[in-house]
């Protein structure tokens, strides 16, 4: 298996991928939202990097590197075709897209839907902390997880003063 940058020839498979798992169905999204997602990652809106195995495109994950709060890193969305799963390739994923933000800069987010146990337990084996909740974000009723993986603060050299000092 091998993971590489998104290319334009991509962006229909990792529609079909997107579609196919029941997460994204019962988001409701549709298909102009998967092809707005992929094709903004091909003109610089986000990052995305795809798997492929035997010629075939297996998985993908979109991400910013400045996406949280204008400064930190995001992962947008990770996907792995429903029969591959299980087998590593979202691991794949995610250490391409933490690779290149931890370059950038030392923070980590992502949202989760609360109700998905699985992929909370994916991101929490993977050293991401949850560290808040967002209720009614992306749809009403569903609460999204905030979760952080870091490896410091953004200015660990800066001193902090206490009161008058
Ligand atoms: C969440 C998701 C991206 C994870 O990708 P994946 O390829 O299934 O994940 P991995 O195989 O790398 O890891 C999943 C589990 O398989 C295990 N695993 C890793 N390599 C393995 C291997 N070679 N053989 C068997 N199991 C393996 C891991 O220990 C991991 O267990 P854990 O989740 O209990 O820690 C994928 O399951 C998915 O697309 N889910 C639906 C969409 C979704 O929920 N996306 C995330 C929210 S945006």
Not at 39 to 55: D, K
Not at 105 to 129: C, H, I, K, M, S
Request: glycine share 12%; hydrophobic share 45%.
């Amino acid at each position: 298996m091998i993971i590489r940058a998104l290319r334009d020839v991509d962006i229909e498979p990792c529609i079909a991928i997107m579609l196919d798992l029941p997460l994204w169905r019962e988001y409701g999204t549709t298909r102009d939202d998967a092809r707005a997602l992929f094709a903004g990652a091909l003109t610089g809106a986000a990052s995305a990097r795809v798997a492929e195995a035997g010629g075939r495109l297996v998985g993908f994950i979109v991400y910013q590197l400045r996406g949280t709060f204008d400064h930190s890193g995001y992962v947008r969305a990770v996907g792995v075709a429903a029969g591959v799963q299980g087998r590593g390739v979202g691991a794949q994923l995610m250490d391409a897209a933490e690779h290149d933000i931890l370059a950038h800069g030392p923070n980590v987010f992502l949202l989760t839907w609360a109700r998905n146990d699985a992929a909370a337990r994916f991101y929490e084996r993977r050293g991401y902390e949850r560290i808040g909740e967002i209720p009614n974000y992306v749809r009403p009723g569903i609460t999204e997880l905030l979760y952080r993986k870091t490896t410091g603060p953004i200015r660990p050299d800066a001193s902090v003063r206490n009161g008058a000092g």
